[in-house]
């Protein structure tokens, strides 16, 4: 069976070679960069205790530099699962949820076909460009040049003129032998309704060729010179060549300079594109003249982890962008999400660049939002919130839009961001020196909030527990029991991943030793503290275990022991979540004690502070067994065994002396 390219072209462009390899290589997190799809790992191919198997997820290929195999997702799939050429397509259609193409014996016919349209656009292309650059096009030039475009710049992106003319293009394609159907098949022209000939699809426009990501022309955008035409931006209709929404404006262009550390910037239109690129930010693309789709997003995460979407400063704009928000929810996950970039008022990129020029740009690239920034402004900004109602409507809100995300652990982490920003939010703000306000700035967000006056202690309190006690240090210490417990007894991790990606961490270290664990000890690696320490440097494990608390807990004393391990993990995270959710119901009643006195607050302080000293407590219980001895004292049954195997060894050799 002969396939189509175009399916092949399609088919490598949904998936990633990176998860492909990843199913049969170990990857070095020393050496990979996964945020630049450069993956390194042993090579699947030979014999190696080094990192020599190179995957260029952007490009699509692999190389090994010790054995010089090469290729791509294809290949790779063959040569790993010793398949033939049909079997592995089959497998990664599968993956990439795409049918196969029906059997058909005129395949080839197509392919030629196919060939034959993609040599005719490019026929149109130089038409166009021809045209632009003749006396039709003055108007056209004169336009361009006021947009900051030269003639090198033209050329770059291949830009032309559609004169004013009902079969301009027709009769020169025509004339260059071109047959009327594929003209049709191109979307270059269409039937008349009158009887006469076909007419062209584009007059009087400047052209924008739209090239797949192997460079050929598939089809044209044309912004209107006529400022009273219905459509100011016509693409081509969908065509064999053409579909808008699997296609990018720039794609291959702006993969291969993301490559090269370029970001990725989702703009609006062509002008936009060519204006960023023009000014140095060679990684811009633009959707075809629709919001973007899932699939163009998902072409979008292939080149980058976090693409910026920089729409236009507008309502338009920032609608958009919600759209695209609301599209990435359901398909985020560690490593994949978005950036926003909120053009200031009535400005677009290419507006931006010349009125601040290249730095301007930098300034608000840098400033892009997270996903979650802009999940909050949609929820919040322009309303007010000064009822129990409509708090509850808000929480139901950010609620609904957190539980579309499938990773449980990156949906934690959201509903912990979005709690924080609550509880800002409905913060009161000190009003001088007595009673607080609850007045909200509408359109804000949040609160205006003064900050409290400094009050000099008591000496009473400086003694008392509570400043005595400090417990984000014994949370500190809990800690690093529970890493230290996971680096020697790596066979555990796994079973408490979810704890682990709930635990935020007070210390740096900490955070950088819990993140080196989900990403290690998942992959059922052995040694994970040599890798942990390859990865941080040694004195970084032997400051961690070396600690006094440290070294002085079960697991690290009998490394290896699993079942030690688990009691101790389960004890100290119980103690830790406790701890925090103790000390995040205090904050909360103290909050709300500020406007209500209810017995409701002292009970759920009281349950609070019950729970927390059970889990402090109820996990050291004593679990041993007793006996009770002759005088009614308890005689822990384990030491009372060992006593008696002990003195049944004892022999009694020596006489005893007369006294």
């Known amino acids: 069976m002969k396939l189509d390219p175009s399916f092949l072209d399609e088919l490598r462009n949904r998936i990633s070679l990176s998860q492909v390899a990843g199913r049969k290589v170990l990857w070095d997190n020393r050496k990979s960069v996964p945020s630049k799809g450069d993956m390194w790992a042993p090579c699947p191919f030979h014999q190696e205790k080094t990192a020599s198997f190179h995957v260029d997820d952007r490009k699509g290929f692999y190389y090994c530099f010790g054995c010089h195999e090469k290729g791509d997702a294809i290949s790779f799939v063959r040569k790993t699962e010793n398949v033939e050429f049909m079997e592995a397509i089959e497998i990664l259609a599968r993956e990439a949820g795409m049918p196969l193409p029906e059997r058909d014996p005129q395949a080839a016919k197509k392919a030629e076909k196919r060939a034959s349209l993609t040599d005719l656009m490019e026929e149109a292309v130089k038409f166009f460009s021809l045209c632009l650059r003749g006396g039709a096009g003055r108007d056209a030039s004169e336009y361009l040049d006021r947009r900051g475009l030269d003639q090198a710049a033209r050329e770059r992106w291949n830009l032309g003129f559609a004169p004013d003319a009902w079969q301009g293009l027709w009769d020169h394609l025509i004339g260059k032998g071109a047959k009327p159907d594929e003209i049709m098949a191109c979307g270059l022209a269409k039937p008349s309704q009158k009887g006469g000939k076909p007419y062209d699809v584009f007059r009087n426009r400047i052209m924008f060729p739209i090239r797949d990501t192997r460079g050929r022309c598939i089809a044209f955008g044309g912004r209107a010179m006529d400022p009273n035409d219905n459509a100011k931006y016509l693409n081509s209709p969908e065509t064999q060549l053409f579909d808008k929404g699997r296609t990018?404006?720039?794609?291959?262009?702006?993969?291969?300079?993301?490559?090269?550390?370029?970001?990725?910037?989702?703009?609006?239109?062509?002008?936009?594109?060519?204006?960023?690129?023009?000014?140095?930010?060679?990684?811009?693309?633009?959707?075809?003249?629709?919001?973007?789709?899932?699939?163009?997003?998902?072409?979008?995460?292939?080149?980058?982890?976090?693409?910026?979407?920089?729409?236009?400063?507008?309502?338009?704009?920032?609608?958009?962008?919600?759209?695209?928000?609301?599209?990435?929810?359901?398909?985020?996950?560690?490593?994949?999400?978005?950036?926003?970039?909120?053009?200031?008022?009535?400005?677009?990129?290419?507006?931006?660049?010349?009125?601040?020029?290249?730095?301007?740009?930098?300034?608000?690239?840098?400033?892009?939002?997270?996903?979650?920034?802009?999940?909050?402004?949609?929820?919040?900004e322009g309303r007010s919130f000064d009822s129990p109602d409509r708090r509850a409507a808000l929480d139901r809100a950010l609620r609904d839009a957190t539980r579309q995300i499938p990773d449980e652990g990156l949906r934690y982490h959201y509903d912990q961001a979005l709690k924080e920003k609550t509880r800002e939010l409905f913060r009161p703000a000190r009003k001088g020196s007595g009673g607080y306000s609850r007045d909200f700035q509408r359109g804000k967000g949040n609160f205006a909030r003064n900050r409290f006056a400094p009050v000099t202690p008591l000496a009473s309190t400086k003694a008392s527990l509570l400043a005595g006690q400090r417990p984000e240090a014994t949370e500190h210490l809990r800690e690093g029991v529970i890493l230290a417990s996971l680096l020697v007894t790596p066979a555990v991790a796994e079973d408490y991943e979810t704890d682990l990606l709930r635990m935020q961490c007070l210390d740096p270290l900490h955070a950088q030793l819990r993140?080196?664990?989900?990403?290690?000890?998942?992959?059922?690696?052995?040694?994970?503290?040599?890798?942990?320490?390859?990865?941080?440097?040694?004195?970084?494990?032997?400051?961690?275990?070396?600690?006094?608390?440290?070294?002085?807990?079960?697991?690290?004393?009998?490394?290896?022991?699993?079942?030690?391990?688990?009691?101790?993990?389960?004890?100290?995270?119980?103690?830790?979540?406790?701890?925090?959710?103790?000390?995040?119901?205090?904050?909360?009643?103290?909050?709300?004690?500020?406007?209500?006195?209810?017995?409701?607050?002292?009970?759920?302080?009281g349950d609070a502070a019950r729970t927390s000293e059970n889990a402090l407590r109820g996990l050291q219980e004593d679990r041993a067994e007793y006996d009770i001895g002759e005088n009614g004292a308890p005689i822990n049954r384990d030491e009372r065994s060992a006593l008696d195997a002990l003195m049944q060894t004892i022999r009694f050799d020596k006489p005893r002396r007369n006294r």
């Open 515 to 605: 993140d080196l664990i989900l990403a290690n000890a998942a992959s059922g690696l052995g040694d994970l503290a040599e890798r942990v320490s390859a990865a941080l440097g040694p004195e970084a494990l032997d400051e961690l275990l070396s600690r006094t608390h440290v070294a002085l807990c079960p697991p690290v004393r009998h490394p290896g022991d699993e079942e030690q391990a688990r009691m101790t993990l389960s004890e100290e995270f119980a103690k830790l979540q406790s701890a925090r959710a103790l000390r995040d119901e205090i904050d909360e009643a103290t909050q709300d004690m500020e406007h209500v006195e209810d017995e409701a607050i002292t009970w759920r302080l």
């Open 248 to 380: 990018l404006y720039n794609h291959g262009p702006a993969r291969e300079a993301v490559g090269k550390g370029q970001p990725l910037i989702v703009a609006e239109g062509y002008m936009d594109v060519i204006a960023l690129s023009e000014a140095g930010f060679t990684g811009a693309v633009a959707p075809l003249g629709t919001a973007v789709t899932e699939t163009q997003l998902d072409m979008l995460w292939r080149i980058s982890p976090e693409p910026l979407v920089a729409l236009d400063g507008d309502k338009a704009g920032l609608r958009a962008a919600r759209k695209v928000m609301d599209l990435a929810l359901p398909k985020l996950s560690v490593g994949r999400s978005v950036r926003f970039v909120l053009m200031p008022e009535g400005q677009d990129p290419d507006e931006l660049l010349k009125s601040k020029g290249r730095s301007g740009m930098e300034a608000q690239l840098s400033a892009a939002l997270p996903l979650v920034e802009l999940l909050w402004q949609r929820e919040t």
